[in-house]
């Protein structure tokens, strides 16, 4: 499976911002996806993720406020990101894998985007 990320920008903190992912290839219902993020300087850390059963989770300093869905249809991804804060200023992957497991673990991931940067100000 191939991916694309968009919707990154520049946003003030506490503003929104909606990214996707769009996928191309078969079986994208065989896959769970997910988005990771890295900062400057940083490693690529996990966001969250979406199984391909449905079931969501997140990184702890994002839950609550991202939210990740998918749309099989339309082989897209999404994560609207909401109450942005300058810490979340990182550029972001999206991801796929029919492992299903270890979805916390960047190397568990075989597919990645290019990635889409997200800057937030203070």
């Known amino acids: 499976v191939q991916l694309q990320a968009s919707g990154g920008g520049l946003v003030q903190a506490g503003g929104s911002l909606r990214l996707s992912c769009a996928a191309s290839g078969h079986s994208f219902r065989s896959y769970s996806m997910g988005w990771f993020r890295q900062a400057p300087g940083k490693d690529r850390e996990y966001v969250a993720h979406?199984?391909?059963?449905?079931?969501?989770a997140y990184a702890d300093s994002v839950k609550g406020r991202f939210t990740i869905s998918r749309d099989n249809a339309k082989k897209m991804v999404y994560l609207q990101m909401n109450d942005l804060k300058p810490e979340d200023t990182a550029v972001y992957y999206c991801a796929g894998q029919s492992s299903g497991v270890r979805f916390w673990d960047r190397n568990a991931w075989r597919y990645w985007g290019q990635g889409t940067e997200v800057t937030v100000s203070s």
């Open positions: 979406i199984h391909l059963s449905g079931s969501i």
